[in-house]
């Protein structure tokens, strides 16, 4: 938490705050909270020296005082940063609590920080089983200290709980040093009034007010959802807001309504004056002024630390069914059946949640995706195909989560930084990738046998970001009574009728979707074999499995990146229709050279070349939809658009893996890629989608 906090402000001044600036801070019940540490610390340096009344008092004393903190951190949730630091105590507190005033450490994180039991406080440590088993969650261990921290000048061992204190109070501090002098920090209407039903989507100032699409911007033109997160770098990218994060030029190809390049940034806020110093500008741009926001900011840390958990849950499930049978078919399955709910409910999940609160809808996901993933070892212990209904139950309550945050989004930040906070959103996914992947794969590798933790950390993760969701103040929408599901059901599909007809009379895009679902069958067979490729085909010398699984996702993480930046920077140079092309010949022939070699960092190389070609067909083809697709009928055609695309794609991930037990993961690779390849070459063959 030292370190969170140091480096809040060594980034708040180099950006330009002032450290005067933290002599302003005023917390409500400031004092209380003196009190309230003090009598957390000062019981466990009582223990410590041996003072039997504090000893015989310890559960009561450890209780209040993370009571006491939790309910100020509450009180001043307002501010930011606080809300999430609150969560982080309630988390440890409960953790304490079940354990009789106890924190819980699990002994192996220990051991591989270097540490043993004989580091540990006595007065306020207690280790939990080795064994992962009721006792263990029983003793709240998911929330205990088991998240090992091998830093080598402080080697640690923390909670999710320290987590989220740690980040909430460096964002804290973060906020103060950078806020003017006469800005209060950034507070949540809890009178706001309700929106009216049909409120607009709001966009960049200058454009025409677009209706929200719902699910359907974000179903093929992003990457399939898969399990809580999204598919592991393979496939397809993010709300294109998210370009602002990696480039202004990407946000040229976004699906934001009258998005422009620079929405974000001017919008609400003159231009910097010749002369104006770096703080004055730093606390105007847009993403200070998010990190200043309580409800946005608590609402990003949870999403990202939640996301952080599902990058562990991925290589997880697929070390751990692929350790159960050794079957690449039964590994392409699961995939197969995490990633079916976007083909059967991503075009019209959105429709329903416009209807439900959306509050209400995310915390339920979080609590049942909790709930769901604690399953799956379980399920895995007694057959892998018990796994299968799981993790597609678990896919499908996140298709209804992003769309009830999207909704949400609006409502909680100013219509001149709602394209920022979408773009901020997308940079969580970014960290994610590029983060969790590497930190699952060495997780993964040190839980060996005890893979259960990592699902069990997932869970937990899933829990506290239903806790600050339920906490943020959000202004509700009044919507008129009447009968929801049926009406919504024929809506949908007058709808899809309408959406349908359009698509096929615009032949670009009917092409394209036509040629993307034949050509990005290559990314089915990347989703479901990686995990056997890493295993069977990689040498293993540089990089052991199961880190070389991970490794290639955060290949194709870096890649996206990669390519996203350059492809913003120079792709309106080019026209769209042979960057299309260009970009399926060479997701194929990545793929196919994948499958050709066992070397690492060849493999790695190719890896990161296919998640280049997947922004160079995706960026333009995003802004081919842009273009010729009217705003009322967004959704409609995007979500027929993810049915035929998805559609192949999914059937792709089975067949890739009957050839995988068959012929191996290499002769799927190759084979797979080659059809993209040439899928991509016929991409000629259309004029519509040539010369567009």
């Not at 989703?527 to 890493?534: D, G, P």
Request: proline residues 7%.
């Amino acid at each position: 938490m030292l370190l969170a906090v140091v480096i809040a402000v060594v980034l708040g001044l180099i950006v330009g705050g002032r450290l005067e600036n933290l002599a302003r801070i005023r917390i409500r019940w400031g004092p209380l909270l003196f009190v309230a540490v003090v009598l957390r610390y000062g019981t466990e340096a009582a223990i410590r020296s041996g003072f039997e009344p504090a000893a015989e008092l310890r559960l009561p004393l450890y209780g209040l005082a993370f009571a006491m903190i939790a309910a100020i951190l509450w009180a001043n949730r307002t501010q930011p940063g606080l809300l999430i630091a609150a969560a982080g105590v309630t988390s440890n507190g409960l953790a304490i609590v079940l354990n009789g005033g106890w924190m819980p450490v699990w002994q192996p994180a220990l051991q591989l920080v270097g540490m043993s039991p004989s580091d540990l406080a006595v007065s306020f440590h207690r280790l939990l089983p080795e064994q992962l088993g009721t006792d263990f969650l029983l003793r709240a261990g998911p929330f205990g200290d088991l998240l090992p921290v091998p830093l080598p000048f402080l080697p640690n061992v923390a909670s999710i709980g320290d987590t989220f204190v740690a980040a909430g109070l460096a964002w804290y501090v973060f906020a103060m040093l950078v806020s003017p002098p006469e800005v209060l920090p950034a507070s949540a209407d809890e009178t706001a009034p309700p929106l009216p039903a049909r409120y607009p989507r709001r966009t960049a100032p200058g454009s025409e007010l677009a209706p929200r699409a719902g699910i359907g911007d974000m179903a093929v033109l992003q990457r399939p959802v898969l399990l809580g997160g999204t598919s592991g770098g393979v496939g397809l990218v993010r709300e294109p807001a998210a370009a602002e994060s990696v480039g202004a030029g990407v946000a040229q190809a976004g699906f934001v309504s009258g998005a422009t390049p620079q929405a974000g940034f001017a919008a609400g806020a003159p231009p910097a004056a010749a002369g104006v110093g770096l703080r004055p500008r730093a606390a105007q741009h847009p993403y200070v002024r998010l990190a200043l926001d309580a409800r946005f900011s608590a609402l990003w840390v949870g999403q990202t630390i939640s996301l952080l958990g599902d990058r562990l849950n991925q290589v997880a499930l697929g070390v751990l069914v692929l350790s159960l049978t050794g079957s690449a078919l039964d590994v392409g399955l699961t995939f197969l059946a995490a990633t079916l709910p976007n083909l059967l409910f991503g075009p019209f999940a959105g429709t329903f949640v416009d209807r439900w609160d959306q509050k209400h809808v995310m915390v339920a996901s979080d609590l049942i995706r909790a709930g769901l993933v604690l399953l799956i070892p379980v399920a895995a212990a007694h057959g892998t195909f018990l796994v299968y209904p799981v993790v597609f139950t678990v896919t499908t309550v996140s298709i209804f989560f992003r769309p009830a945050r999207s909704a949400v989004i609006p409502r909680i930040v100013p219509t001149e930084d709602l394209t920022p906070a979408n773009g901020a959103m997308s940079t969580a996914e970014t960290i994610a990738d590029l983060a969790g992947y590497p930190i699952a794969g060495l997780f993964v590798a040190f839980l060996g046998s005890a893979l259960t933790l990592a699902f069990w950390f997932d869970a937990a993760s899933y829990i506290v970001s239903a806790a600050l969701v339920l906490s943020m103040a959000i202004p509700p929408v009044v919507r008129s009574a009447g009968p929801i599901v049926a009406g919504t059901v024929r809506r949908f599909f007058s709808e899809v009728a309408d959406g349908w007809r359009f698509l096929r009379s615009e032949q670009a895009l009917f092409q394209n979707t036509v040629l993307s679902g034949v050509a990005q069958l290559s990314t089915g067979a990347l989703i479901a074999l990686s995990v056997v490729y890493a295993r069977d085909v990689l040498q293993g010398t540089l990089i052991p499995y199961p880190q070389s699984y991970a490794a290639i996702d955060l290949a194709i993480g870096v890649g996206n990146l990669v390519g996203g930046v350059t492809i913003g920077a120079i792709g309106a140079r080019w026209r769209k229709g042979p960057l299309v092309i260009a970009g399926y010949v060479l997701l194929g022939l990545a793929t196919a050279a994948m499958g050709m070699t066992g070397n690492e960092l060849l493999a790695l190389g190719c890896a990161t070349v296919a998640g280049v070609a997947n922004m160079i067909f995706i960026i333009p083809t995003q802004t081919l939809f842009a273009e010729r697709t009217p705003q009322d009928l967004m959704g409609r055609v995007v979500g027929i658009r993810s049915s035929m695309v998805l559609g192949p794609l999914t059937l792709a991930m089975a067949v890739s893996g009957l050839i995988a037990q068959a012929l191996g993961p290499s002769a799927a690779f190759v084979g797979f890629g080659l059809l993209t390849t040439a899928a991509g070459a016929a991409g000629l063959l259309f004029p519509a989608v040539r010369d567009a």
